[in-house]
Each structure stands twice: as C-alpha cells, then as structure tokens.
C-alpha cells in the first residue's frame, strides 16, 4: 500500500537557520504531493503541493521538489523565524483512490530566537 | 467561505457517556473526512464519504463509532460508550473532488477528554 515516511523530528533550529525535512513516499501510479502544516491548536493547512514529477511547489519561502526518481519531496527554507515553528506533514494522494490521502508521522519544528 | 466548522471545541465528559461530534463542510464540496489524531498514532483516517455516502470506513477502530452524512453541509462522529482510549483531537476536512490533486481543507479539531 501507499505510504509516506518523513525524517524523524523533533527539529530545533536558530532563527535564520536553513531548513530541510526529508519526505520519501511509496505509491503506485503518479500520486500528488503536499506539505501540510499545523500550528499549536489548529488544524492542517496545505502549505504547497505538486502534481507531477519534477514540479516545484512552493509558499511563504518555503519549497518542495517532486522527485519521482528518488520519490522524494523534501521542504526546504532557506531562512526561517520563530513564526515558522509548527508540526510538517508530508501527504499523498492517487487519483485512482479517490481523493484518500496518505500522511507522513509528522515532523516538529521549533526556531528559537 | 468560513471554512470547515467543527463543533465543540472541546469535549470533556465520563467514560461510558455518549459524545457527537459536528462537522460543517465547506460549500460545494464533495468529500468530508474524518480523522483522530494522537501523540501516540499521529493522524489517523476513520472515515470519509463523497457526495453524502461513506466509502471506505476501514479506520474506524470498533463498532462504538458510528459516523453519519444526512446532508451535503452537516456530519456527525458519535462514539457511544466512549473511552478513556478515545481520548485525542478529532479533525474534520473536506476536499472538492475527485482528481487526487485536490487539497483538503481541515476544521480547527474538536479536543477530546474522556475521564
């Protein structure tokens, strides 16, 4: 079955830090890639997608490349404040299973000042 | 659009009492989803219909949930007993369609304590 796996967190970084999360996937087919994010206290909200092999998402600085050679799609800043501290989620899902989608463990992040 | 709308915020009640759990999706969308998300199992999938009618129920952990769709702008999560093992944030989140490129679009949660 689909499955996605994200670097384990907890993840602490300085303000100004470089970011990457790692997300490997395992899917049959062309599924569609998302980077979610959960503040403290709110729901996921998407934070960027791709939708074919070698599209770049990107939102807020935040970017994401879908890989379908080492089906990856890692998120990456370049630059991130503490306003960026939050839960990551790394999703999938197929067009053939109507809409379901897959969701990584999660990875927390914390930027200190 | 106001978004997913979930209600109640927060739930507190005793083990064997019956809890519902509401859910507004978005206008015109099609798909609702129901999730329960803990530290110890991250985010789980327990249910979700398209165009009212459950389609795949397979995460619903045991016969005292029980999920409904009586209309395309309101559902219910009810788990009758509850459980202190119930006890997690509980998020709704719709989608438009059917592509696999849609997003889906989550509720605020309702916390969930069951003492």
């Known amino acids: 079955g689909d499955s996605v796996t994200q670097m384990e967190g907890p993840v602490t970084l300085s303000e100004e830090a470089f970011l990457t999360i790692n997300c490997t996937y395992t899917?049959?087919?062309?599924?569609?890639l998302f980077w979610y994010v959960q503040y403290p206290g709110e729901g996921l909200q998407l934070l960027l997608k791709?939708?074919?092999?070698?599209d770049k998402g990107s939102n807020k600085g935040f970017e994401a490349t879908y890989r379908k050679e080492t089906t990856s799609f890692h998120l990456e800043k370049g630059s991130v404040q503490v306003s960026d501290s939050a839960v990551y989620f790394c999703?999938?899902?197929?067009?053939?299973?109507?809409?379901?989608?897959?969701f990584g463990d999660g990875t927390t992040l914390t930027v200190k000042p | 659009d106001a978004g997913v709308i979930q209600s109640p915020r927060h739930e507190v009640t005793e083990m064997g009492q019956e809890v519902t759990l509401r859910c507004k999706p978005i206008?015109?969308?099609?798909?609702l989803f129901w999730y329960r998300q803990t530290m110890m199992r991250g985010l789980e999938l327990l249910i979700y219909?398209?165009?009212?009618?459950?389609?795949?129920d397979s995460g619903m952990p045991e016969d005292r949930f029980s999920a409904k769709m009586p209309n395309a702008s309101f559902s219910t999560l009810k788990i009758q007993p509850s459980e202190p093992r119930d006890s997690a944030v509980y998020f709704c989140?719709?989608?438009?369609?059917?592509?696999?490129?849609?997003?889906?679009?989550f509720g605020p949660g309702t916390r969930l304590t069951v003492l």
């Open positions: 791709a939708t074919k092999a070698d």
């Open positions: 989140a719709s989608s438009p369609g059917t592509s696999g490129r849609e997003t889906q679009y």
């Open positions: 999703a999938l899902t197929r067009n053939t299973n109507a809409g379901k989608s897959t």
């Open positions: 206008s015109g969308h099609d798909y």
């Open positions: 899917a049959t087919g062309y599924p569609s």
């Open positions: 219909f398209n165009n009212n009618v459950p389609i795949d």
